[in-house]
């Protein structure tokens, strides 16, 4: 019995060293794989067309960061199966720093939406930061007799089944801001999901959709073109760019609110010191004066945090997009 425990202490006791060897030396290369980075082009995916809101702001990180390191950082769009097909690519590629995945809102969507998808979207993907967030808006057609949120509210109310809402589609932003608005105040509306929000504003322009809770960079051109008219943002506070307009929820449905958000994401394993490269460069660009006020003509405000602030955000966006899901009595394909 004592030479057994003789025997346990002296391979703990070679054991520790090991550890402490292997990761020092793991952290030691990573480190000094961070020091020659980059040394080659990066690969940005964007999963979905070139032209929206992903897509651009895609393109003004990789052009400041190719300015920034004399390396190209080449915005490879890829769309198709909701978002899936890119996020994939990036899920399944060499963590070496090499390639990364434009992060939007849908990504916590998806698991609710998918019975099976082929990548983990938590486990298979290393967070460096979230990068700009927007509050949608509540507009109404012109001729639609209401004034704020609490006068559609009690219009939908008088009238159940009437009104319709348009959306980008189901399981988009639009689609969830919709139901949850609809929930949150207990009204029967009808949804007309659209193949993105262009061509819905142009039938709520058209009268042929009686109200949106569409994304800032949609709405923005036909309520300032007075085709549509906006009651409310749905953010926690006003926003930026209709700093006139209330929120939902100080406009007649305490609670509400309902942000769309971007960020970037490697595959799972890279090393943390090249995250670390990524999160800072990322930080510096977006908070830049101009890059701001860029970015919020199109209604998106910059916004940054560390990677671990990221990866717990999208965690509790999969269960607050899993409730809206439910709640809506949407079956996931």
Known sequence: MRSTQRCKRTKRALITPIAVFLGCTLSASGV??????????????????????SDLLARLLARELGEAWGQLVVVDNRPGAGGNIGTSIVA????????????????????????????????????????????????????????????????????????????????????????????MAGIEVLHVPYKGSGPAELDLAGGQLHFMVDTMPAALPNVRSGKTRALATTGSRRAAMLPELPTVAES????????????????????????????????????????????LTQGVESRTGSPREFSEYIRSQIGFFAKIVASAGIKPE
């Not at 609490?150 to 008088?158: P, R």
């Open 252 to 295: 007649g449905l305490p609670g509400y609110e309902f942000t769309s958000w971007w960020g970037v994401s490697a595959p799972a394993g890279t090393a943390e010191p090249i995250i670390a490269i990524w999160n800072r460069e990322i930080g510096r660009i977006m908070a830049q004066s101009n890059i701001k006020a860029l970015v």
């Open 92 to 183: 399944h590629a060499p963590p070496d720093g090499y390639t990364l995945l434009l992060v939007p809102t849908t990504h916590a969507i998806s698991p609710s939406f998918y019975k099976k998808l082929p990548y983990d979207p938590v486990n298979d993907f290393a967070p460096v930061g979230q990068i700009a967030t927007s509050p949608n808006v509540v507009v109404v057609h012109p001729s639609l007799p209401v004034r704020s949120v609490a006068e559609l509210v009690a219009l939908a109310k008088k009238r159940p089944r009437e009104l319709a809402y348009g959306s980008a589609g189901t399981g988009q932003t639009t689609h969830l801001s919709g139901e949850l608005f609809r929930s």
């Open 32 to 53: 000094a794989h961070a020091q020659g980075y980059p040394s080659k082009p990066i690969r940005f995916v964007v999963q979905s067309p070139p032209g929206g809101g």
